[in-house]
Nanobody
Framework: QVHLVESGGGLVQAGGSLRLSCVAS????????MGWYRQAPGKQRELVAA???????KYEDFVKGRFTISRNNAKNTWYLQMNNLSPEDTAVYYC?????????WGKGTLVTVSS
């Protein structure tokens, strides 16, 4: 099994930056892809960015050029660097892993961007 714990959320002003971290534990080698999703109040959860085992990345259009997903294999940690944040980025951000075809979720970390 895989367990995910996010951190790094908080309150930031528009135009600011935050870096989210996701530490994975358990059967790390079972992870095929890791990603970040977010859910804003009253909206459905949506993909933000993802990275495959081979380190290929995917970004949704609304974060291209602003957010960067990366990983540190030695620390079993994935990151989401978020720059030039806007109030529309306010949401709970969830770390996600595909482990043996199963969806694994962290509990989420709240990001609030003030105008």
């Amino acid at each position: 099994q895989v367990h995910l714990v996010e951190s790094g959320g908080g309150l930031v002003q528009a135009g600011g930056s935050l870096r989210l971290s996701c530490v994975a534990s358990g059967i790390i080698e079972s992870i095929n892809t890791m990603g970040w999703y977010r859910q804003a109040p009253g909206k459905q959860r949506e993909l933000v960015a993802a990275m495959s085992r081979a380190a290929s990345t995917k970004y949704e259009d609304f974060v291209k050029g602003r957010f960067t997903i990366s990983r540190n294999n030695a620390k079993n940690t994935w990151y989401l660097q978020m720059n030039n944040l806007s109030p529309e980025d306010t949401a709970v951000y969830y770390c996600h892993a595909d482990s043996y075809g199963r969806d694994i979720w962290g509990k989420g970390t709240l990001v609030t961007v003030s105008s």
